[in-house]
């Protein structure tokens, strides 16, 4: 049976980093081609289209495409849990997703929350971080009370969506801890 992850979390949380060891591992116990990586199959799906009239069917294609390789490991960045909350904070608008959260649920998808801790310094620190990697950020930048808003909404959002999950704090990152809880609870 293979292995359906969305890794939700509000920005700066370090979805990405655990992503890439969760990958990893995947990639490395299942992948069997010395030319395609085909042990995992991860998907970025924050590509700027949530919180905007594309979010919803954006998502619907997403998961055709899962369907399509339901017999693959699929591990996605940010879906639907994404586009309620960037609906909900920008636009004030409620999106129905209750049946593609049918269709995730039959495909087995699980989801791993990860959260930072709610500490404006620890937020004021990644914030410098993510300008100095990507500095077209400061584009969307928002204070830190704005990030721990964020993520309040996405715990609500989350716990309404029905769908099993795994609740990770990134106190300091890397800390392959919270890999290996990940590896164990899938």
Known sequence: MAYHLIFEGAELAGKSWIMSQVYEYLENKFGNSTDILNGCHWFNADIGVYGTEHGKNVIKNYINIFEEIRDKNIIVEKLFISDLVYNELYSNKKI???????????????????????DEKVLEKRIEDRLNIYPHYRKILKKP??????????????????????EIETKILPDQSIVKKIINWI
């Open 145 to 166: 009370s704005w990030y721990i808003k964020q993520q309040k909404l996405y715990k609500e959002r989350l716990i309404e969506s029905g769908l099993d999950f795994l």
């Open 96 to 118: 129905n997703y209750s049946k593609e959260i049918k269709r995730l649920r039959k495909e087995n998808f699980k989801i791993i929350f990860v959260k930072f801790p709610e």
